[in-house]
Structures are given as structure tokens and as C-alpha cells.
């Protein structure tokens, strides 16, 4: 059957034969596994590009070129082989398969292990899928290459953070992200920075990388217990290898561009739409005119104020790394500057690296192991999300376009005080300072001791600390903060995570079939925050922004948190010859967050594998490489709450009798304890043909209980809410993620890697058998929702606009309330995953990756401002003149109404489906096209390989959302936020 495929297979070979002067070599080249030719293998003289691909029945012919010496013979699913040529003028081959993507090594919780071995749900993404990508942070990078996993640029502000959810959504009020460990140390997510958003991850250089490993069920988180509960992220840096020292280069600069933008009236069209809105409602135009202008008026000027807040930013990416070591020591050291523009002027971030990882022997049974990292990261930021003034993606596009941006001496001219507060955009952007600094250092120290071959000890300790620095200046040139003299806010955070394991390791097999290993040990984490706040008013020039300039101490303010978490964990792992596999985890977690009776939880996990391909009766498939079968099931812990959730607080309360007063702001609740997952995970792993295909399929369900809820309490408590462990949530789903090798020609290859999960989330039960609390959550829907009223568009009679009435007749209404809303749809997708195709002809290769999501509705809050039928005192989407003026009219805007409420109707901003679309999306994430030089021409300009590439990013976006990014609009507020943009760059890749 092996042969019928490989014969098959041949019909897609395209003879790819370069001819130099010089002897033959003639040679067949068979598989080790059954001894059959293989067609369609690679045959290289190494150093050149002089090559040949074998016929149907394995044979090749090569001309030798003067000066070649070895034969580099390759076929997918195989080992690679160089041989000598010396005088020979035969060459026959025998290629072994190669298992690497099966036994290669999985860095999982507190200890390695095979791919082979494992029984949970662990995805991996290599650092070589995303190095050099001109992205600030590892999570960006997963985005799309992991099932599961969804990954969310909720902002596109350089360095800004995004929304990371694995197998989604399982808790109402306690956090939803995973645990983040770099190189053993537990990192604090989010954002750093108040001024902009800056992501506490972007401190990892993802050029450092080596790999990343996604723990998604219990079998393989519930060792991490009490933070497992949203899956785990592993990230492992890159580390030295003995032999030569290596030295790589890489430069890259680049472009980045806005995308999509919305397209918004001229001031004559303004000027028009809003003087029919003051006739509709009865009012004078004069009124319209003396604020929007004249739209009869030829000379009336239109001001662009989106071309002074927009522009093609800078991308510039430096990296270099040196790496190498011997018997006892081995280093990695490397050092980074990353320079990108955002496309708002003003908008920016630069990021410095340094990382040195060691590794050392001082003896043949001790290893002591350090990686130390440094991160100077720098943030201008915009407003991000809400409707402020100030905020670019707001106030830019409402800005009235008959409203000059500048004075004729070239100074900001005064913006109207009956619109946005009387702030000009363009000035505030230019001139209001958003500055973000930050020192950031994940390093850690690891000593090993080997007792014997199949025992060792590990200790381990761990630091990630933070130093930021904000300023927030708002001149006094600024006419809306020259009632004071300007303002100055100052803010200083610091964040320190200490953690600590140490550790018994065991491995040891017996009789060459039973190999048990296990892990036992012991975990610490302490984390303290603290910030200190200032601020300043009334500066003597604008100049002077430090607060010793300042004439007034406004306000001052200051907070300190902490929280301590201690762990005993163990492991234990049998598997009996290749084929028989079965794991067991039992953790015990105490944390200060939690009630002074319930602080102690258990987490455990049990799972089995089978494999099947390694039984008699599949031994005759030829073409089935590897199939195994799992399945697992666990309960892991969420503890992510404020750290004195648990506990009753007082609070400053001004002064009582001229002193300071202390009020109960705060119930305690001494029985809240753990949120629990319990998960159940059933998987299917299969390579075939030679590795030519090689696929995972996942069914899984995640139940989340004892939610971490806060309850409400009655009015008369004297208090709003009280935590407590109530409710429950489900998510389940189907991970699939196949990799496969479509066409082997010659020197052309065609590979595609793609991913998809189905998800499912619902709301299972609340506290106190309630099924319902108001319009926010419903027992039986998923956690986040749209609940309002269903839009049926504009009644071409009148122009009005038309809802359901709410009665399940059919008819419809004018006027909104309770009665009219209904639940329209999640939030949450339903299926979400990328598709990457890698095509390679010598040294060219070209890889084209799309990312995608399905199933979700999104808002755009946007549309209140820009949409509003004329009804605002802002500027409006060119769309927004496609308005109904006469019965009969069809069209998808009613009747401009100034005010924006006709009587006898509900406002025409009443929230809605009208505000509501498809938030699916499919995006041309990534596109590289890359040229490797030839060892041979690499190594005459004394290089050990060379390669030039140009890369583009988010090129295409294809959606029916109906504002300017969905990606960003799908999370939180969707006012103003900050869309992600296109970004085009090349570069070259120098080793030494």
C-alpha cells in the first residue's frame, strides 16, 4: 500500500534539476522501514543549489560540480543524511523516520518530557514560527497557531496589552486570564503603564524565545493548582549549546499604517444634513448655519482634522545574540531595541532588552543555571477606550470639519465650547504629555542536584520586579486646563513577585518495558504592589511640568497590596513500554485572598493514554505512523480576586470631630474559598504517511464552580455586595489542529498548518436558585450577551425608526422599554482558529497566515456619535446622507431629527440592534516572503548563512462588522478604542 502512495504522491513532482560540468553520481534511495524506494526525495550537493529529486522508483542521477564533496539526501518524515562523495559513483541511501515531532522534549510544570509521554492537553508554538516578527510580545505571536487558545488585540497601541482566553470564559467576577511562566517565574499580565497600554509581557524580547508551550486541561495544569484554573502559558527562552559560538544579526525596518478608517463628511455635507434636522424639528436655520455653516456657501471651508491626527508611522527592529559554551558551561546572551510608531501623531513605544541565560557544571552531579533579563520599555500613548474628549479615536472623528485646526500664524486655534468641551484634538495630541516608563527584570536562579541517574533535588527561585513612572501634563496653552495653570499628575507603581519551588525528581525503568517517574515537592509566592500618586496645579510656564514648579498641591495618594500563596505538590507517571501511560497530580494550595476557614484547597488530575499504533494488530498499516488516544480528568483552582476580598474593610471617611473618621465600606466573608474547574479531556493523536499528515482532535468540557460571585445584598445592609462562592459556568468545545505536507517536488514543498475550535459557553446556575439576575445574566445563555431591543429599520412612510414591539406578532413600535428587549446574541465566538500555507522552492519560501474568529455579535459604541441620523452636534459618517426626505423612500437612514427624539418615539441613540453586527472576521494576519542565501555564497563573505525577508501584517481584514477594527471593538468598551493597524517591513538575517 506504502508503494501504491509513494507512487501517487510522485504525480506531483516537477523535475527541478540544476546541471554543472562535472562526473556523475547515480544511487537509489530506499526507506528503512520497509525498504520500498522513495520518490520524490531531495538529492543537494551541499553549498550549492545543484540537486535532483528521485524518479517513481527512488533512483536519481546528480552532475557534480567541481568543488562538491557532500550529498545532502532528504524526504519529509525522515531523517536528513549528509554523506561524503569522495571518488564514489554510486550512492545508494537508506532514510530512518524520523519521530522528532513525537519524542521531541515538552517543558511542562516542574520538569521536561517527551511528546510521547503526554496525557493532557499541551499545545506548543516553536519561537521559529514568530522570530522576527515585529511584534512587542510573545502573546501577540500566539495568536491564531494554537487551538484553544484565543488570542485578542484588544488595543493596537504599540506594546499594548491583549485579551488571552484558553477554552473560554469560565468565571463571571474573578479574573479569566491564564497563569504566565517565563522560564519558571510566575509573571504578572496586563498593563504597566496608566498613560497608554503597556503590557507587562512585552519585557520578553519574543526573538529570545525558544518555545512556548499552552497547558489547556487539568492532566497538564493541575500541578500548578490553585492558578491553573484558565490553563497555563510556558514560555521558554533560548539557552547555550556547547561547540562554536554562534553570533546572529537581525535588522528590520519597516512601516505601519491606520486601516479602515472611518469615512466622515466635509463641512459642506455637515452643514447640510444638520440644517435639514433643525427644519425637520421646527427651528430656525439660521441657528444651523451660525454653527456648522452655510452648505449653500462656495466658499464655506472644510478642515481635515483626521490628516493632522493620522500618518504612516516608523517600525525599526535590532536584534543580536551570541551564543555557545563547552563541557561545564554554556551561555546565551543577547540584546534588542525595538522602535515602533502608532498611526495617532504623538503615539509611540521603544523597547530595550538585555537577557544573559547560563547554564554551569561545577561538578559532574551539580548544575546551577541562571537567566537574567533586563527591559527598558517607553510609552506615548493616546486615550485608549471611552468617549473623551481627549481621546484621538473619539474627538477625531466627531470634530466639526468647518472648525479650523489652526490659527493663520500656525498656533491652534480655540475649538467651540458647545462641542467637546471646547478641546481641540490636534492640540491636546501634540501638546498633552502621555508618558509611560518602565524597568522591568524576570530572572531567576535554579540549582540541580543529581543524586543518581534516576533521582535529583531542584531549587528553584524566581523574581519578576517592576519600576513605572507615568506623567500625565495637561499645559495650560490648552485653553480648557488654563483656568489653573495647567496640571501635572505623577504616578509611581512598583511590583514584586517573589516565587520559590524545590523539588524531588525520579525516573527509573525497569525490566525495559516499566518506566515510573514522579515529582514531589513544595512551592512559595509572595507578591507586593505600591503606587504613589501627585499631582500639581498651576504652572508658570508650560515649559515646566515637574511639581516643584507647580504653584498649588492639588492631591496626593497613595495604596500598598499584597498577597502570599504556599503549595505542596506531587506527581506520579507510569508507562509500560511505549504503549500504556497513566498520570496522577494531587496539589494543596493555602492563599491569604481567601476566608481564615477555607484558605486550604485540594486540586488533583488523573489521565491514561493508549497507543494504539505501537499494538500487533496495527503493526501492518505501513502508512500510520503513530496513533494514541487519551483522556483526562481533574479539578484545578481560580484565585483571582482582590486580595482582601474575603476580608471587612474599613475606610477613610473624612474627618469625624476634627479628626480623620474610619467607616465600614467592606463585608467580610470568613467561608469564601476556591473557585474550582473541573475538567474532562478526551483526545485523539495520529501522524501518517511518513509524517506526511500529522493531526490532534480534542473534546473537552470545563465546568466552573463555587464561582468566585459578587452577591448582591439588600439595600438596607449598609453595604452593595458581599463575595462568595456561588454559581456555576460551562464551557465545552472541540480542538482540532492538523499539520500536513501537501506537495513534495523537488526543491518546491508545499505545507499547511491549520486550527480550529468550536466553543460553547453557558451559564449553569446563580446563588440562591435565582435563574435570572436583571438583563445581564440569564441561566441557560452564555456569561456575556447583547439583551436589547431588535431594530427592524427605518419606516419608509415616515422615517421613523421601527423595533419590535416585543409581542411575537410581528408588529412593531416607535417607542422602546421593557417590554422590547430580548437576548439577540453572545458576545463570545463560537469558533475562532488560523490557517497558515508555507510554500518553499529552494531558497525562497513564502508563508500566507490567516487568523479568524466566528459566531460573536459586537457593538459599536462609535455609531451613537457618528450615526445618529443628524441628530448630534458632531460630524457623521458620509452614509449618514443616504436619508430618508419622503414617503416611499427605502433606506437604511430615518429622518434627521435635531435632538435626535421625534414625539411619539424613543431616541433614535436608544441601544439597540441598530448598533449591533457580526463581529466575525477573517484577517490576513501575516504574510513573509523570505530569500536564504547559499551556504557556498554565505560562507565567501564569511557567514555561516544569510537570509533577506519582507514581511506585512493585518494586510487584509474580510468582515460585515461595521466599524473600523473588530478585532479591538470585541472586547469591553468600544468607544474610541485604539484599532490595530497594518504593518510592512523587511529585513535580513546575518549568523556567523
Do not use: C
Not at 536562579?445 to 520586579?465: C, E, H, I, M, V
Not at 474547574?677 to 500529522?694: H, Q, V, Y
Not at 431629527?897 to 418615539?905: L, V
Not at 469591553?972 to 535580513?988: L, V, W
Amino acid at each position: 500500500m506504502k508503494k501504491i502512495l509513494l507512487l501517487g504522491l510522485s504525480l506531483f513532482l516537477v523535475g527541478a534539476v540544476a546541471f554543472a560540468q562535472g562526473r556523475r553520481v547515480t544511487g537509489i534511495v530506499t526507506s528503512a522501514e520497509d525498504g520500498q524506494p522513495i520518490p520524490g526525495a531531495t538529492v543537494l550537493v551541499k553549498g550549492t543549489t545543484v540537486g535532483t529529486a528521485t524518479d517513481l522508483d527512488g533512483k536519481y542521477s546528480l552532475n557534480i560540480p567541481d568543488g562538491g564533496t557532500v550529498l545532502v539526501i532528504s524526504f519529509i518524515g525522515t531523517t536528513t543524511q549528509e554523506i561524503s562523495i569522495g571518488q564514489k559513483s554510486e550512492i545508494n541511501v537508506v532514510l530512518q523516520p524520523d519521530f522528532q515531532s513525537l519524542s521531541e522534549v515538552v517543558v511542562t510544570s516542574y520538569g521536561d518530557q517527551s511528546k510521547r509521554e503526554i496525557t493532557g492537553a499541551i499545545s506548543s508554538v516553536k519561537g521559529e514560527i514568530f522570530e522576527n516578527l515585529p511584534v512587542q510580545s510573545f502573546d501577540r505571536a500566539m495568536q491564531g497557531r494554537v487551538a484553544g487558545v484565543q488570542v485578542t488585540s484588544t488595543s493596537g497601541q504599540p506594546g499594548g496589552t491583549l485579551n488571552v482566553r484558553i477554552r473560554g470564559v469560565g468565571s463571571i467576577n474573578a479574573g479569566n486570564d491564564p497563569l504566565y511562566i517565563v522560564d519558571g517565574v510566575q509573571v504578572n499580565n496586563g498593563g504597566l503603564s496608566g498613560q497608554g497600554s503597556q503590557n507587562a509581557l512585552a519585557s520578553i524580547n519574543p526573538n529570545d524565545i525558544e518555545s512556548i508551550e499552552v497547558l489547556k486541561d487539568a492532566a497538564a495544569a493541575a500541578i500548578y493548582g490553585a492558578q491553573a484554573a484558565n490553563g497555563v502559558v510556558l514560555i521558554n527562552t533560548k539557552r547555550g549549546k556547547k561547540g562554536k559560538s554562534q553570533v546572529k544579526i537581525s535588522v528590520q525596518e519597516g512601516i505601519v499604517q491606520p486601516l479602515n478608517l472611518y469615512d466622515v463628511m466635509d463641512a459642506s455635507q455637515l452643514a447640510g444634513i444638520k440644517r435639514v434636522a433643525y427644519q425637520n424639528r421646527g427651528l430656525a436655520t439660521s441657528g444651523s448655519d451660525a454653527t456648522y455653516g452655510n452648505p449653500e456657501d462656495p466658499n464655506l471651508q472644510s478642515y481635515d482634522w483626521l490628516d493632522a491626527l493620522y500618518r504612516e508611522g516608523r517600525l525599526s527592529v535590532y536584534d543580536i545574540s551570541v551564543s555557545g559554551g563547552d563541557e561545564k558551561t554554556t551561555f546565551f546572551l543577547s540584546g534588542s531595541y525595538t522602535k515602533q510608531e502608532g498611526q495617532i501623531q504623538m503615539s509611540d513605544y521603544d523597547r530595550a532588552t538585555g537577557r544573559l541565560n547560563v547554564t554551569h557544571r561545577p561538578t559532574k552531579n551539580l548544575t546551577v543555571s541562571a537567566n537574567l533579563s533586563l527591559a527598558f520599555q517607553n510609552t506615548n500613548g493616546s486615550i485608549d477606550r471611552g468617549n473623551f474628549v481627549n481621546g484621538p479615536f473619539v474627538a477625531g472623528f466627531s470634530a466639526r470639519p468647518n472648525v479650523p485646526i489652526y490659527n493663520e500664524d500656525g498656533t491652534f486655534a480655540p475649538y467651540p465650547s458647545n462641542h467637546l468641551f471646547g478641546y481641540n484634538i490636534v492640540q491636546g495630541v501634540f501638546q498633552e504629555l502621555r508618558s509611560g516608563k518602565t524597568v522591568q527584570t524576570v530572572s531567576n536562579l535554579q540549582l540541580n542536584y543529581q543524586f543518581a541517574p534516576w533521582l535529583s533535588w531542584t531549587s528553584y527561585f524566581g523574581l519578576d520586579f517592576s519600576d513605572n513612572a507615568d506623567i500625565n501634563n495637561r499645559p495650560s496653552t490648552i485653553p480648557v486646563f488654563s483656568s489653573y495653570g495647567g496640571a501635572s499628575v505623577f504616578t509611581a507603581r512598583r511590583n514584586t513577585n517573589l516565587n520559590t519551588n524545590h523539588n524531588f525528581n525520579f525516573n527509573k525503568k525497569f525490566n525495559d518495558v516499566h518506566t515510573v517517574s514522579g515529582i514531589l515537592g513544595f512551592e512559595y509566592k509572595g507578591s507586593q504592589s505600591d503606587l504613589q500618586t501627585a499631582t500639581g496645579r498651576g504652572f508658570p510656564n508650560p515649559t515646566l511640568i515637574y511639581l516643584n514648579n507647580a504653584a498649588t498641591p492639588f492631591s496626593v495618594g497613595s495604596s500598598f497590596t499584597e498577597y502570599k500563596r504556599a503549595g505542596f505538590f506531587g506527581q506520579a507517571k507510569y508507562d509500560y513500554d511505549d504503549r500504556y501511560t497513566a498520570d496522577f497530580t494531587l496539589r494543596r494550595d493555602g492563599h491569604s485572598r481567601f476566608g481564615e476557614q477555607n484558605r486550604w484547597g485540594t486540586f488533583y488530575a488523573v489521565s491514561a493514554g493508549w497507543r494504539l499504533s505501537s499494538e500487533a494488530f496495527l503493526q501492518d498499516v505501513t502508512w500510520l505512523d503513530n496513533l494514541r488516544v487519551r483522556a483526562s480528568y481533574g479539578v484545578t483552582g481560580n484565585s483571582d480576586i482582590a486580595n482582601f476580598a474575603s476580608r471587612s474593610l474599613v475606610g477613610s471617611s473624612g474627618q469625624y470631630l476634627g479628626q480623620g473618621g474610619l467607616t465600614l465600606t467592606q463585608l467580610g466573608n470568613d467561608l469564601l474559598t476556591w473557585e474550582e474547574a473541573e475538567s474532562i479531556n478526551l483526545g485523539l493523536d495520529g501522524t501518517l504517511f511518513n509524517g506526511r499528515i500529522i493531526t490532534t482532535i480534542e473534546f473537552w468540557r470545563k465546568n466552573s464552580q463555587a464561582l468566585l460571585f459578587n452577591t448582591p445584598l439588600p439595600t438596607d445592609s449598609g453595604f452593595g455586595s458581599i463575595t462568595r462562592n456561588s454559581g456555576e459556568v460551562r464551557n465545552q468545545g472541540i480542538d482540532l489542529d492538523v499539520q500536513t505536507v501537501n506537495v513534495v517536488a523537488g526543491k518546491f514543498q508545499w505545507s499547511t498548518g491549520f486550527n480550529i475550535t468550536f466553543l460553547e459557553n453557558e451559564l449553569i446556575s446563580l446563588y440562591d436558585g435565582l435563574d435570572r439576575i436583571g438583563n445581564s445574566l440569564i441561566v441557560g445563555k452564555p456569561i456575556d450577551f447583547f439583551y436589547t431591543n431588535e431594530y427592524l429599520g427605518v419606516n419608509p412612510a415616515n422615517g421613523r425608526a421601527m423595533y419590535d414591539d416585543g409581542t411575537g406578532t410581528g408588529n412593531f413600535t416607535y417607542v422602546t422599554g421593557q417590554n422590547t428587549l430580548d437576548y439577540k446574541g453572545s458576545t463570545l465566538p463560537s469558533s475562532y482558529g488560523g490557517l497558515s500555507n508555507t510554500f518553499t522552492y529552494g531558497p525562497v519560501s513564502l508563508e500566507v497566515f490567516f487568523q479568524y474568529q466566528f459566531g460573536n455579535l459586537a457593538t459599536n459604541s462609535d455609531l451613537y456619535n457618528l450615526a445618529n441620523w443628524g441628530s448630534g452636534t458632531g460630524n457623521l459618517l458620509v452614509n449618514q446622507l443616504d436619508y430618508w426626505t419622503q414617503p416611499g423612500d427605502i433606506t437604511t437612514v430615518g429622518r434627521p431629527f435635531e435632538g435626535g427624539q421625534e414625539p411619539g418615539t424613543s431616541n433614535i441613540n436608544t441601544f439597540s440592534t441598530r448598533l449591533i453586527s457580526d463581529g466575525g472576521y477573517i484577517r490576513l494576519k501575516q504574510v513573509t516572503l523570505n530569500y536564504t542565501l547559499g551556504a557556498a555564497t554565505a560562507s565567501k563573505i564569511g557567514m555561516a548563512s544569510a537570509s533577506l525577508f519582507v514581511q506585512g501584517l493585518n494586510l487584509a481584514t474580510f468582515t460585515k462588522y461595521n466599524g473600523i477594527d473588530p478585532e479591538a471593538n470585541s472586547i469591553g468598551s468600544t468607544y474610541g478604542a485604539y484599532p490595530n493597524a497594518r504593518q510592512i517591513s523587511a529585513g535580513i538575517n546575518l549568523n556567523f
